[in-house]
């Protein structure tokens, strides 16, 4: 069977390795600090404690960016008692204002799916756009927040949410990142609510997704990490083929999400005019 269960000794090794890893890329590109886009949720939650204990406090700055009204109350509380219990320097900046400028420009009606989903993707670029504001202001490093469930579904923004310098808990599913913020003393009020992007009201993670988050991740467990198909991950688990080839199909179609764009090559067809694309290759 799949157990995705970390013991105490692993964790506290994960918590080492990734602060490490935080601190040694700052350093390496000679940063002054870091930038964390603090949500309230667990992931940004976690990664702000860990940016905090591999720089110092004072070297990092948490973006508090809430759209009044959508987002929940209770995150952005959360996030403000956070910063306060690690004393970490943050802004708080409201994006409705630059929301509402970009709509008044977008063709549609929020009642189409279609025009709220892509308003919703505006949100997340936004924050994306204040990130690297001060991470260029003060010569900071933009600390993502994406984990491995999310990257591997490409439940995120391309170039908003996922937008980032560097993804500390990339490798570790959701299910995973639980674990790791209540052992590294994440207020247990912030580990235990419902995951929300907080692209609309009453958003939730898995209910968009149709699968709780400890579903998806031993299916993808078995998917990615044992490389077993479709229908070794169905009988593995116990599960119906049907729900194993949705998810899959996640991680097919968000392929984009996890790849820089496509370089069309044409420097080797200059140097040799007898050259011929390899059109095979598609």
């Not at 000679?30 to 939650?45: E, P, Q, R």
């Not at 960016?65 to 929940?72: A, D, K, L, Q, W």
């Not at 549609?108 to 756009?129: C, D, H, T, W, Y």
């Not at 764009?261 to 095979?280: A, F």
Request: with cysteine; proline share 5%.
């Amino acid at each position: 069977m799949i157990d995705l269960e970390l013991r105490e000794k692993e964790l506290e090794e994960i918590r080492q390795v990734i602060t490490a890893s935080i601190r040694n890329r700052v350093e390496k590109v000679g940063l002054s600090g870091a930038v964390v886009a603090l949500s309230g949720g667990i992931d940004s939650s976690l990664v702000l404690k860990l940016t905090a204990e591999a720089l110092g406090k004072e070297r990092v700055l948490a973006l508090l960016m809430p759209e009044m009204g959508v987002t929940p109350d209770r995150d952005l509380q959360d996030a403000r008692n956070l910063v306060a219990m690690l004393g970490v320097p943050h802004r708080e900046i409201p994006i409705n204002d630059a929301v509402d400028w970009f709509a008044q420009f977008l063709p549609g009606s929020p009642e189409e799916g279609a025009f709220r989903m892509a308003l919703a993707n505006v949100k997340p670029r936004i924050r994306m756009i204040l990130n690297y504001f001060f991470a260029n202001l003060d010569g900071r490093l933009v600390v993502g927040t994406s984990n491995k469930t999310e990257l591997l579904l490409g439940y995120g923004t391309k170039y908003g949410d996922m937008a980032a310098d560097i993804y500390p808990i990339g490798d570790l599913y959701k299910t995973q990142v639980w674990q790791l913020a209540e052992f590294v003393g994440i207020p247990t009020g912030i580990v235990r609510k419902a995951p929300t992007a907080g692209l609309w009201v009453g958003q939730t993670d898995e209910a968009e997704l149709g699968y709780t988050y400890a579903q998806i991740d031993r299916v993808l467990y078995a998917l990615v990490d044992l490389e077993l198909s479709i229908r070794e991950t169905a009988a593995l688990l116990g599960v119906p083929v049907k729900a194993v080839e949705e998810i899959f199909h996640r991680v097919q179609t968000s392929e984009h999400k996890r790849k820089i764009p496509t370089i069309t090559r044409i420097s080797r067809m200059c140097l040799d005019k007898d050259w011929r694309y390899p059109v095979e290759r598609f």
